[in-house]
């Protein structure tokens, strides 16, 4: 019997079970999360802000990522066949998905996501996906940012003993019993709206630098 890779990938059902299969296996995990206090007082009080992360390591917030679901946060997510399961995933957790990617509809999801986070106060951006290169942060998320004014807050995921796939990012999923730290780095202010490319550009670099040291090896 022959298995559609793609019908399956798109499957709701598949999509559900996957994400009771990643509750559970997190549960395993030891999780200590640093620095998350002063980022959710800024968003009680009216802020807003867009967690950015490296593609490598967003398997480790998804069952943390959960517990922000009454800010109704959004995400961007590729419109690939494998995006299609992330994005069920992540609706199931309560996140709310804009479909597109920076080869894709790029333009059309930039805007849908920005004006949600304008709503709702609350966004996060991968930042080198869907395909790399790793380690590369593109326009986008910076410019999400800057027009929604935004604090971006990149986070970090450490663990103790993974699993490194021989994927272009080097994903890793932390072993059953891994001691897991979720880090939030310090709140980095958007580029004023007046910015021009270079100065966005400038920005860009500057978030970049700050984060690559974390991407594991």
């Known amino acids: 019997m022959r298995i559609d890779t793609k019908a399956l990938l798109r499957s709701k059902h598949f999509a559900r079970f996957v994400y009771r299969f990643i509750r559970i296996y997190s549960r395993t995990f030891r999780v200590s999360v640093i620095n998350e206090k002063p980022w959710r007082d800024?968003?009680?009080?009216?802020?807003?802000?867009?967690?950015?992360?490296?593609?490598?390591?967003?398997?480790?917030?998804?069952?943390?990522?959960?517990t922000y679901k009454a800010y109704q946060p959004c995400l961007m997510i590729s419109q690939s066949a494998d995006g299609q399961l992330i994005a069920n995933v992540a609706n199931f957790s309560g996140w709310h998905t804009v479909r597109g990617s920076s080869?894709?509809?790029?333009?059309?999801?930039l805007a849908k996501i920005i004006e949600r986070l304008k709503e709702t106060g609350l966004a996060a951006h991968i930042l080198d996906g869907p395909k790399g290169p790793a380690?590369?942060?593109?326009?986008?998320?910076?410019?999400?940012?800057m027009e929604a004014g935004a604090?971006?807050?990149?986070?970090?995921?450490?663990?103790?003993?993974?699993?490194?796939f021989n994927s272009w990012d080097r994903f890793f999923v932390p072993k059953p019993f891994a001691r897991l730290t979720i880090r939030y780095g310090d709140m980095v202010p958007p580029p004023d709206p007046a910015a021009d490319a270079d100065g966005i550009e400038a920005?860009?670099?500057?978030l970049e630098t700050?984060?690559?040291?974390?991407l594991a090896a």
């Open 135 to 145: 380690g590369i942060i593109k326009r986008g998320a910076v410019q999400i940012a």
């Open 210 to 214: 700050l984060m690559r040291p974390a």
């Open 42 to 66: 800024y968003l009680a009080n009216g802020g807003r802000v867009l967690i950015c992360s490296w593609h490598q390591q967003f398997f480790s917030f998804i069952r943390h990522f959960q």
């Open 103 to 109: 080869s894709k509809d790029g333009g059309v999801a």
């Open 151 to 164: 604090m971006i807050v990149p986070v970090y995921a450490e663990a103790d003993a993974k699993w490194i």
């Open 203 to 206: 920005h860009r670099k500057a």
